[in-house]
């Protein structure tokens, strides 16, 4: 994708970074007094001839008194885009817990001698654990494969005579989320969901000019990787020149295509990319780092997943656990999901969900099918109605995901009064502050006081949180813009946001 495009495409891609750094300042003209001056122009802004052709659903209630303030459409059905994740995010947390891990394992089935040399497979099972990534420490890329490979070390073994085998067999379905385009899948945002998932299976470039004019662009990976191939068709300009790299990747390959310029002067251009076959990703990168530690692996590299398992099953409880790593809790990689609105790691918590609530009854579910099954229970138990909350999967990314503002304001509510409230509050970006807000609502009243979790994909534009209002009452609200093509969509739901913040009348 052109990288000058590519901010476009990272705005229906639920990223945040080009849409902070760009994002224009809410306006809003004085703050209305009365409630009804605020619902009238809440109704002005609403049926405003913009939204003709488009469906704006809102709903807004006060937390203190119960009382709905405004609502249109609240009852239909409409795309979520990443506002899905609140959904996720609170069934992770009170089916799990803030304090559940999620362990790795390398098993064998021996321990190694007393030279260190283990004469059997070495296998790495993963459970889904999202956080060895740079994101969990401090930016580093390279402390998540090593602190595996430390583990390894640690267990006494100095070479491994068999393979090394990655199993991800711990989740039952397929490594993309239902719905997801294939247009998505080379993007970060789209990378493939596996138990075994490392620095989210995406490499990060980074594009300088070559040192001469008619030079490729020279290519910087984070992590440093040889797992992806380059075919560098690009070209470095002269100063002034055009600037701009498209970058392709095929679905079912790791061969990455560099085409475009840059010119001499340029500070340089970034992008990411998806990589094939995660669970290979996962044990070639460890291998690497074993053999830094100067651990051998004498044998080959196999990755095995739910479908090899059911042909072959194996007994881990008849192996020994030579190593094992446990994740950060839920707690911190629910906040690393939802405040830069990460949908891997929105999809592995549903996924989590499902295995630990996987009875002998449900033995043979698609883990999908099955967390999207306690995620119908847990919706019933919030008090939303049946039917209100139609998610295809974790994240929001699919554009069959169906939800009535109505639910997310009910959703919204209960967690404010669930065992785990402070927790889930605390996961939702600031305004003004983190995440996807940023760089939104400078200067209202809404900055470092409304708390909401933005979603964005083509056409849809939505926004579900709590505020403050002026006059100290406690809001909880929920704005959806579905099927609309004008290019200020977020524009328009922040200006209604931030009018909450700036109401001046409390509910009686």
């Not at 939802?338 to 592995?348: D, E, F, G, R, V």
Request: net charge positive; glycine share 8%; proline share 4%.
């Amino acid at each position: 994708m052109n990288y000058t495009l590519r901010l476009r495409g990272l705005i229906f891609a639920f990223a945040f970074t080009a849409l902070c750094i760009f994002a224009a300042p809410v306006t809003t003209n004085q703050a209305p007094e009365t409630f009804s001056e605020f619902q009238a122009r809440l109704e002005k802004v609403a049926t405003h001839p913009r939204f003709s052709a488009a469906m704006l659903g809102v709903k807004i209630e006060s937390l203190d008194t119960g009382k709905v303030i405004f609502e249109k459409n609240a009852e239909k059905l409409l795309k979520p885009a990443s506002n899905g994740k609140m959904y996720t995010g609170a069934l992770a947390l009170d089916r799990l817990g803030p304090n559940f891990k999620i362990r790795t394992s390398f098993y064998a089935s021996s321990k190694p001698d007393v030279a260190g040399k283990l004469t059997c497979d070495l296998i790495i099972y993963g459970r889904g654990d999202p956080s060895f990534s740079h994101r969990f420490h401090d930016g580093n890329y390279k402390t998540a494969i090593e602190q595996l490979a430390n583990a390894v070390v640690a267990a006494g073994i100095k070479s491994v005579q068999g393979d090394l085998v990655g199993d991800e067999s711990f989740f039952r379905g397929t490594r993309f989320g239902v719905g997801w385009s294939a247009d998505d899948l080379q993007y970060y945002y789209g990378a493939e969901v596996s138990a075994l998932t490392l620095q989210e299976n995406t490499v990060d470039l980074v594009f300088k000019p070559g040192s001469a004019v008619g030079q490729p662009v020279k290519i910087l990976m984070k992590p440093e990787t040889g797992y992806l191939t380059f075919e560098n068709r690009t070209r470095t300009v002269e100063k002034g020149g055009k600037r701009g790299i498209d970058v392709y990747r095929p679905i079912d390959s790791n061969v990455v295509y560099l085409h475009g310029t840059l010119p001499l002067d340029d500070a340089g251009a970034d992008d990411a990319v998806a990589v094939y076959n995660a669970p290979l990703w996962f044990i070639s990168t460890l291998r690497d780092a074993l053999l830094r530690r100067g651990v051998t692996i004498s044998g080959k590299l196999k990755t095995v997943n739910w479908l090899d398992r059911e042909v072959n099953p194996i007994d881990f409880s008849k192996l020994t656990e030579v190593a094992a790593i446990e994740s950060r809790p839920i707690s911190e990689i629910e906040k690393h999901m939802m405040k830069p609105s990460q949908n891997l790691y929105a999809h592995l918590l549903l996924l989590q969900v499902a295995e630990k609530v996987r009875t002998a009854e449900t033995r043979k579910m698609n883990s999908d099918d099955l967390g999207l099954a306690e995620l119908k229970k847990f919706c019933a138990e919030a008090g939303t109605e049946k039917g209100a909350v139609l998610m295809e999967e974790g994240s929001g990314l699919s554009r069959g995901c169906l939800v009535k503002p109505a639910a997310s304001v009910q959703l919204l509510k209960y967690m404010r009064r669930h065992r785990y409230a402070e927790t889930f509050y605390d996961s939702f970006p600031i305004a003004g502050v983190d995440g996807t807000l940023k760089s939104r609502f400078k200067g209202t009243a809404a900055e470092k006081n409304l708390r909401a979790k933005t979603g964005t994909i083509r056409y849809v534009n939505s926004i579900s949180g709590y505020v403050t209002s002026k006059a100290g009452e406690h809001l909880v609200f929920s704005i959806m813009l579905n099927a609309y093509n004008g290019s200020d969509g977020r524009a328009q739901i922040d200006e209604i946001a931030a009018m909450l913040a700036e109401l001046a009348a409390r509910t009686q």
